[in-house]
């Protein structure tokens, strides 16, 4: 109940205060899209497979 | 004394946030000056500062440094998904969870200056973790969003912290929650329900796959359990 309610208020709720064209345009699939740089092609080669990413520490 | 440890920790957490929240904001309006993002990050890190302040009364005193590090982004990834990356990490998982750790502290029987310092927080924190699911569906509708999702387990690895690691007994006290802090199993289980039935929904709505952070949470806590006593 109480995480229904936080899916609203911050999901549903963020989304809204972005301007939601993002969902619009993701909904319809009509946007164009640029790749992510990342989409396996690292540029230093050999060294993404060490690439790491971290997490925010929280409460 | 795990109390003042909690409330220092968070201080580092709040100043943590402050220095990302404030760099994340001049990154994002650099490629998006229409964003209103940026001013809610702004005002997040105003916000982060001034949780320090209550962290650190609660704390006993100063606390220096900060939790983790400040920039988490993989190298690989450009400047503009290295921002949303930090962003998805920062505030629809670390945020998010935030505000269900707050809402499970102040449904208890908190100190009353506890719960000042809760209901402060709790209100802010609300809009932290919006601004992170405004930049997503922003960005979700320019960038193929979906190259998050082989970075998610680092993200949750970097959120949970120490929380799915053996503890003392005194870490699952009911006495905590009169203190701000939750026994650690319920820490865990808050953690838990927040990204199968928030987070994880959420990041699915954008088309991001959220198979390999499932993995690993089931891994973590097979029944919400995690590893037990030590
Ligand atoms: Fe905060
Ligand atoms: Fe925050």
Redesign the pocket.
């Known amino acids: 109940m109480l995480f229904k309610k936080l899916f609203k208020l911050l999901v549903v709720g963020g989304a809204i205060l972005g301007g939601a064209t993002g969902c619009a345009a993701k909904a319809a699939g009509a946007e164009k899209k640029a790749a992510a740089p990342d989409a396996g092609t690292a540029a230093d080669g050999g060294a993404a497979s060490k690439d790491t990413g971290g997490g925010a520490s929280g409460w | 004394m795990i109390v003042r440890e909690a409330w220092a920790f968070r201080a580092r957490?709040?100043r943590e946030?402050a220095f990302r929240f404030a760099r994340l904001a001049e990154e994002i309006s650099a490629f998006d000056p229409d964003s209103p993002v940026p001013a809610m990050m702004r005002k997040a890190a105003e916000?982060?500062r001034r949780?320090l302040a209550l962290c650190e009364e609660l704390a006993g005193g100063p606390v220096e440094g900060i939790a983790g590090s400040d920039r988490i982004a993989p190298r690989s990834l450009g400047p503009r998904e290295a921002a949303l990356y930090e962003t998805v990490a920062a505030c629809c998982i670390t945020e998010t969870e935030?505000v269900a750790t707050v809402t499970s502290l102040l449904s208890e029987d908190a100190l009353p200056r506890v719960r000042e310092v809760l209901h402060e927080?709790a209100r802010?924190?609300v809009s932290?973790s919006r601004m992170g699911w405004a930049h997503l569906a922003r960005e979700a509708g320019e960038l193929e969003v979906g190259f998050l999702s082989r970075w998610l387990p680092s993200m949750l690895a970097g959120a949970a912290g120490s929380a799915f690691e053996p503890f003392e007994a005194e870490m699952d006290s009911p006495e905590l929650l009169r203190h701000g802090v939750l026994p650690i199993s319920r820490k865990r289980s808050t953690f838990v329900h927040t990204l199968r039935e928030v987070v994880f929904p959420g990041l699915e709505q954008f088309g991001i796959s959220t198979d390999a952070a499932r993995a690993w949470l089931s891994e973590r806590s097979p029944a919400a359990g995690g590893a037990g006593l030590r």
């Open positions: 957490v709040e946030a916000d982060e949780h935030s927080i802010d924190e932290h």
